[in-house]
């Protein structure tokens, strides 16, 4: 049973920068995927950003957000630049420790790759 918990989230201003973090328990190996993905309110929940042996981007946040990981502490963590009122939102990572032999990193945006999912943290503009 794993279990990922998120902390970092805030409340702040349209320009400043927040890290949020994603703490997994329950297994001695680590993920092989984690990805971060947001709900905002009366939106479905999209994809944010993700990492494996690299990383990969949605294009609303590729310049300004940072995805990495501790593997020695199970953390990973989404640095978040440049916050707008758009990236309001409650932020939750996943992680898969399932081997995807994909051509590219792109399948770390889909949803059903992941069988661990945390509780949310959330993110809200106060501008």
């Known amino acids: 049973q794993v279990t990922l918990v998120e902390s970092g989230g805030g409340s702040v201003q349209a320009g400043e920068s927040l890290r949020l973090s994603c703490q997994a328990s329950g297994r001695t190996v680590g993920a092989y995927g984690v990805g971060w993905f947001r709900q905002a309110p009366g939106r479905e929940r999209e994809f944010v950003a993700g990492i494996t042996w690299g990383t990969y981007y949605a294009e609303s946040v590729k310049v300004r957000f940072t995805v990495s990981r501790d593997n020695a502490n199970n953390t990973a963590f989404l640095q978040m630049n440049s916050l707008k009122p758009e990236d309001t939102a409650v932020y939750s990572c996943?992680?898969?420790?399932?081997?995807?032999?994909?051509?590219?990193?792109?399948?770390?945006?889909?949803?059903?790759?992941?069988?661990?999912w945390g509780q949310g943290t959330q993110v809200t503009d106060s501008s």
């Open positions: 996943a992680a898969t420790y399932e081997m995807n032999t994909g051509s590219n990193n792109s399948w770390l945006a889909r949803r059903d790759e992941y069988e661990n």
